[in-house]
């Protein structure tokens, strides 16, 4: 007895452990320099679509991902001066999809260099539903916006300059529903 109550005092906490790891993982989570050529020039999309390791196929079993939550944090390293309100959109390019076939979440409208982070629920972005998520997803398009709504692309903007170049990182961890953030997911 007193050996089975030993076991359980020494597993049941690396259980509980191995299921908070598996709770969230990095979707996505990278620096770069984004100038005024870079979002005239790419493509598919105006974006950077590299995806973390450990992204998994099936986003609604065994974890349920997409009922949780994005958590959406970034640091604005560098922006051009004058504090013109900047977004970015931040879309979900799914293996497969169905209607629009594609959804997409934002960061909040920032003025200055800084760290901005939120929470969005999986199913409160727009298109979310346009996302087979049992298929998973195969690239994140990030698209830099001015506060105007969902056409404000920056590049297209007469006075660009405005946006242009930035710095920043972006990223997204993944939270699955029922668990919540654990910032030390995050290398500094």
Known sequence: MKKAFLFLILVL???????????????FDVEFTYTKQDADTSTPSKSHDQLGPNVPKDW??????RN???????????KPPGNEPTKWTLCYIPNQGQ???????????????????????????WEN????????IKQMDLVIKDD???????HKRKDHEKFFPT????????????AEYDPPILKP
């Open 167 to 178: 710095k920043v990182r972006i990223t997204m961890v993944q939270v699955a529903k029922g």
């Open 99 to 125: 209607g629009n076939g594609y959804g997409c979440t934002s960061s909040d409208l920032f003025l200055e260099e800084g760290v901005y982070e939120k929470e969005v629920l999986m199913t409160e972005f």
């Open 129 to 136: 539903e346009s996302i087979i998520w049992k298929e998973g």
């Open 148 to 154: 105007s709504g969902g056409q404000g692309h920056a």
């Open 60 to 65: 609604t079993s065994p974890v349920d991902f």
């Open 68 to 78: 949780g939550t994005v958590h959406i944090r970034i640091d604005v390293l560098d």
């Open 13 to 27: 906490p690396l259980c509980g452990f191995s299921q908070h790891k598996s709770s969230q993982f990095v979707l």
